[in-house]
C-alpha cells in the first residue's frame, strides 16, 4: 500500500513486515531484528543490537520485497543513518539505514572459537570500562560465560585489573564483573572476567 509522502522524503515508503538478520563479514550473522517499511533507497527495522549510525552493516531479508518472486532471500549492504530508543516496543533500539546495494551473503568469520573453553556469542552491548584512573567506554561485541571482547577507541594496557558496568535497558539496572584484559590491540580489548 503506498503511502502519502508526508515526511517529504525523497521516495516513499512502502509497509512491510519480515523478519531480517544483521550480519557482519567479521562476525557472520549477529542478530535477527523486524523490518517494518522500505523504499527504493532504505528500511526501517527495530533490534535489541545497538548500532552506531554510520556503522556499515549487512541486512539479510527473508521474503524480499524487492524481488518479484515470493519467499526470496537478499542481502544488501547498508549504513545506518539514525537510532532511535523505543519505549513501547518489545525491541530496545529503531534504525533508519540506506540501502547501499545488492551482494552475495556475507561469509561467517573463520577465527579461533574451537579453541576457546567458553564459546562467544556476537553481541553489540554499551558498556562502561573503568581502571584506578578513568573511564573508557566501548560496545561489547562478543561474550561468554567467562569473558568479553570490547571494542573501544582508547588504548588499555594489556595486564590491567578493570572493573566492567553494563547497562541492563529491558530491566532497568546495571551489572558489574570485574576482570582481567588479557589481550588489547587497536580494535579494542579481551577482557577475562574473575570467578565470583
Known amino acids: 500500500m503506498l503511502k502519502d509522502n508526508s515526511e517529504k522524503r525523497s521516495s516513499s515508503r512502502f509497509d512491510h513486515k519480515a523478519k531480517i538478520t544483521l550480519e557482519s563479514f567479521e562476525v557472520g550473522v549477529m542478530q535477527e531484528a523486524r523490518m517494518h517499511n522500505y523504499s527504493k533507497s532504505g528500511m526501517y527495522f527495530e533490534s535489541d543490537f545497538y548500532l552506531v549510525p554510520g556503522a556499515e552493516i ?5 521474503g524480499s520485497p524487492f524481488t518479484s518472486e515470493p519467499g526470496v532471500y537478499e542481502c544488501y549492504r547498508s549504513v545506518i543513518k539514525w537510532r532511535k530508543f523505543l519505549e513501547h516496543s518489545a525491541f530496545d ?3 533508519g539505514i540506506e540501502l547501499k ?4 551473503r556475507p561469509k561467517k568469520a573463520v577465527g579461533g572459537d574451537a579453541s576457546r573453553s567458553h564459546p562467544r556469542r ?10 584506578t584512573g578513568r573511564r573508557v567506554r566501548g560496545v ?4 561468554s560465560c567467562g569473558g568479553v571482547f570490547i571494542s573501544c577507541a582508547e588504548a588499555l594496557s594489556k595486564g ?4 566492567l558496568t553494563i ?4 530491566k532497568q539496572k546495571l551489572v558489574t564483573r570485574s576482570g582481567e584484559i588479557v589481550w588489547s590491540d587497536k580494535n579494542g580489548v579481551g577482557i577475562k572476567f574473575e570467578a565470583e
Open 167 to 170: 547497562p541492563l535497558k529491558k
Open 93 to 95: 533500539y529503531g534504525y
Open 101 to 104: 546495494g545488492k551482494v552475495a
Open 122 to 131: 556476537p553481541c553489540s552491548i554499551p558498556a562502561v570500562i573503568q581502571d
Open 140 to 143: 561489547i561485541q562478543n561474550a
Open 58 to 62: 549487512y541486512i539479510g531479508i527473508s
Open 160 to 163: 590491567q585489573r578493570v572493573s
